[in-house]
Structure formats: C-alpha cells, structure tokens
C-alpha cells in the first residue's frame, strides 16, 4: 500500500486559483505512478464524497463536469507528486479534498471517479471560496 497526504488547500475568493499537492510514501512509493490509478475527490458537509480527476495507468484523465475547463489533474515524475490546479474557483468548489488511490486500476473508466473503486486516501486539505 501507499500512504497519502495533500496539501496546498486555503481561503479564496471566487475566481481565484489554487494548487494542490499530493505525496506519497510506503512500500508502493516507487511504483505509484506506473501501477497505481490516482485521483482527486472532494466532499462538503452534508453532502456525498465525489469525483473531481482522475488520472489512470494509461495516462487517460477523468474530469468531473462540474469542473472541467477549470480543473486540470498533473504529475511530476521526478518529484512523484501529484497536482490538482484550480482555476476561476467558485463557492460550490468549497470541499474537503481528498487524494486517492488504487491498484490495479479499475476495469472500466466510467469508474474512475468512483470513490468505491480507491483504497488507499489521504487525510483531506480543506478549500474554502467565498467572497
């Protein structure tokens, strides 16, 4: 298994931007990338944890339609850190966001951005946008 932490989660107006990270360690650190489906999911009180992106082992991106052509799912592969860029945030946007992580990746890409299909999450990074 790998562990997970993000970061870079703040108070922003609307329109703004922000990056956040996630990192990984244990004994699947070296293999993250090349075995491991990533994603980014966010939850807001009393409201149902969901899918944000999703980057899969062949390099295919998911994108919530809630946020594609504001979102965008990267990572670095000499840092091993993967990225959640926001931009033009919106007060819908406040969440806890969570990464996350499975291997093998699940079977069908309609699924990437379910959170059932992950096993491995990070403790959250709170996003707040407001005026």
């Known amino acids: 298994q790998v562990q997970l932490a993000e970061s870079g989660g703040a108070s922003v107006q609307p329109g703004g931007s922000l990056r956040l990270s996630c990192t990984a360690s244990?004994?699947?650190?070296?293999?993250?990338?090349?075995?491991?489906?990533v994603a980014w999911f966010r939850q807001a009180p009393g409201k149902e944890r969901e899918g944000v992106a999703a980057?899969?082992?062949?390099?295919?991106?998911g994108l919530a339609e809630s946020v594609k052509e504001r979102f965008t799912i990267s990572k670095d592969h000499s840092k091993k850190i993967l990225y959640l860029q926001m931009n033009n945030l919106k007060p819908e946007d406040t969440a806890m966001y969570y990464c996350?992580?499975?291997?093998?990746?699940?079977?069908?890409?309609?699924?990437?951005?379910?959170?059932?299909?992950?096993?491995?999450w990070g403790q959250g990074t709170q996003v707040t946008v407001s005026s």
């Open positions: 244990g004994l699947g650190y070296g293999n993250y990338y090349s075995s491991y489906c």
């Open positions: 996350a992580a499975v291997t093998p990746p699940p079977r069908l890409r309609s699924e990437l951005l379910n959170p059932r299909e992950y096993n491995n």
């Open positions: 980057l899969d082992v062949d390099g295919s991106i």
